[in-house]
Every structure is written in C-alpha cells, then in structure tokens.
C-alpha cells in the first residue's frame, strides 16, 4: 500500500502542475466561449479549493501520522487569513469610503483616531508573510507546549482545540478588538500593486495556490518518509510505549504541531484574496469539524487522500448549497457516517484496496494457468 500511495502522490504532484500551468492559460489565453476557455469564476472557485486542500494535507499530518485530532485547525487557517487581510487593508489607502490613507474604513467609522499596535508593519508585504507563519506558529507552539507535557490526549486533546478555537471567534467579532469585528476585513483593491480584479491575478493566485499545495505534500511527504515520521507513526500507534522506550513524546508531537498549523496558515492567505473577505465566522467551531470530515473521506494517513477530499467534499457542497441548501449539513454527516462504518480507509483506501484484489486475481490466473 506504501508503494501505491508513492505512485499515487507523483501522480497529484503532476496533475497539480499540470493545472498550474494549463488552467491560466485556458483562462488568459483563449476567447470567451472556446471549448478549452476556463471562465475567471471557475479558477476562483478551483483556487479557494486549492487553499482547502492545503488545510487538509496539514491536518492529516498531524491526525494520520500523529493521532492528533486536532479541532481547531480553522483557527489557524483564519489567521493566517487576517494577516494577508490586513496587509491587503493597509494597500487600499485613500481609495476607501472615508478617504483616509492610514486608517481602514471600519476604524474611520468606529472614531478610531490612531493605528492599532496590532496593525503596525503590515503595509510591507514582507512583514505581513513573516506574521502570517509567525503568528499561528507561536500559538501553535504555547498551545502544544502546555498541552502535550500534561499528556493531555485523545477525545480531551480534542476539545481543548476546538475550545482555543471557539475563544478566537468570540474575541475576533469584538468591534473593539481591533480586526473588524462581525463584518470583518474586505473591499481589498490590489496586492503588491496589482489589481485583485483582473483576471491574470486570478489566474496567478490560482497557480500560486497549486505550487503551494504541491509543496505542503511534498514537505508533509519528506516528514513522515524520514527517520522522525517513523517516530511520529510509533506515537500513534502506541504512545506510551514510545515514552517507555525514553522518548520525548511531546517534543515529537510538538514539531508537528507546529508545521501543521503554520501550512493551515498558508493555506489561509492564499485564500482571502481569492475570496474577497475574511470575518470571524472561519474560527467557527464547525469549519475544523468539517476539515477532519474532508480527511476522513479522502483517507486519514495518505496526504494526498486529505486534498481529494477537501476538493470533492467542497466541490458537492457547492453543487448541493445551490440545488438544495437546506439539506447539505445532514448530507455531510450522513456521508461522514458512512465513511467511519464502511469505508473507514476513505477514497484511498477503496483504490488501493480495488488495485490489490486486481493483482491478486491476477497473480492467482497466472499460477493456475
């Protein structure tokens, strides 16, 4: 199964960079109405998927490799989200409602008479990227230096993430804390002086969004490939084991902790200026339950089963949200049952299971004949 998830991921490896390459310039490149033309939505829509695939593959290190299932990785996904959103609020300078080449719209409109420390530096784009990984990775970092030295594990682990993440979407819809309360960061105009809406930006961040996927894989891949992945694999499976033998257990789950979010906080830029807004409502509590439902559907431990699964699941939802809206939330958790009772190995495990029953008959015909 090792081997076939190896040839399984080049294969996604290639067909992401197909797309980067030939979805810009299906976009770009050819007439409106040509059968090969991608409509400018599309590679919208394709490229917020990209970002939700990115969140998965970094959750299934941690939860396939690791056996953290952590429920609040949206937390980390939406800040790293709020980062690129206010370096893109910082751009828009006089060219808001109110005119004002320092102050968002939002702090204009709230008597707000100075910039917030908070919001220092991330005019710089620079500044703003180094936020957007240092940020999440420092929370990432506390929270799983303090839990993991409790030996705080399992369904409790568990509830403590999702509890960090349900604190954030209470502080961040606060008018007075500074992030835009309820409406939260919109209205962006351009990013590093080119305009969000022109369809090669679109295409650009479309991309951007494949390569960086492709490099969540490949850095999720390098990890549990290596000596340590053995080490985090033997956490999994049997943790107290591992510390018998003299390992630092919470320093093994702490590295990969802290890569999982800081990849989820990627993901989150990537996203809103594909999007067009951030707002509290992406640390709601349900948007990491969601994300483990992805991984499990694509398959838990295979990586490259996390991203299919973000982008079926969220390809249906799209489709489902428009035909039938008032039905998707029990068509998720029906599907989500369906997985854990019968196809507990996800999308992938079905494959390599249907690819190894076809080898077996195969090698069976050539013994008998």
């Not at 998927?49 to 290190?61: E, F, G, N, Q, T």
């Not at 003299?246 to 996203?271: D, T």
């Not at 009772?341 to 004949?369: C, D, H, N, Y």
Request: proline fraction near 3%; aromatic fraction near 16%; charged fraction near 10%.
């Amino acid at each position: 199964m090792s081997r076939q998830l190896d040839f399984a991921g080049w294969i996604f490896v290639a067909v992401m960079a197909l797309a980067a390459v030939l979805v810009p310039l299906a976009t770009l490149g050819t007439p409106d109405g040509a059968a090969l033309h991608v409509p400018t939505y599309l590679v919208q829509l394709f490229g917020k998927y990209l970002c939700y695939a990115i969140l998965a593959v970094a959750l299934d290190l941690v939860w396939g490799y690791c056996g953290i299932l952590s429920l609040g990785h949206g937390a980390f996904f939406a800040l790293g989200g709020y980062a690129m959103g206010m370096y893109l609020m910082r751009q828009i300078g006089t060219r808001g409602v109110y005119a004002n080449p320092v102050l968002p719209d939002f702090m204009v409109f709230l008597n707000w008479h100075s910039l917030p420390v908070a919001w220092w530096g991330f005019n710089w784009f620079a500044y703003a990227m180094l936020m957007m990984v240092l940020v999440p990775g420092l929370l990432a970092l506390a929270f799983g230096w303090f839990a993991f030295r409790s030996r705080v594990t399992g369904v409790y682990l568990s509830i403590i993430t999702q509890a960090m993440t349900f604190a954030l979407y209470k502080e961040f819809f606060r008018n007075d804390f500074g992030f835009g309360g309820n409406n939260g960061l919109t209205d962006f105009k351009d990013i590093l002086g080119f305009s969000l809406q022109s369809d090669a930006v679109k295409a650009g961040l479309f991309s951007i969004s494949a390569v960086a996927l492709i490099a969540s894989y490949l850095i999720s891949r390098a990890i549990v490939r290596s000596k340590y992945g053995k080490a985090l694999i033997a956490v999994r499976d049997s943790e107290s084991r591992m510390r018998f033998l003299g390992y630092r257990v919470e320093n093994i789950k702490l590295f990969a902790f802290v890569v999982s979010a800081i990849m989820a906080a990627v993901g989150g830029a990537l996203y809103v200026p594909q999007v067009g807004i951030i707002n509290p409502s992406e640390f709601a509590p349900g948007n990491s339950i969601e994300v483990a439902i992805w991984v499990a559907v694509g398959g838990r431990g295979t990586l490259v089963g996390a991203a299919i699964g973000a982008i079926a699941v969220n390809f249906a939802k799209t489709y489902f949200t428009g035909a039938l809206p008032e039905y998707w939330l029990f068509a998720l958790g029906l599907l989500f049952v369906c997985v854990t009772l019968f196809f507990p190995l996800g999308i992938m495990g079905v494959l390599s299971r249907i690819r190894f029953r076809r080898k077996r008959s195969e090698v069976a015909t050539g013994t008998a004949t």
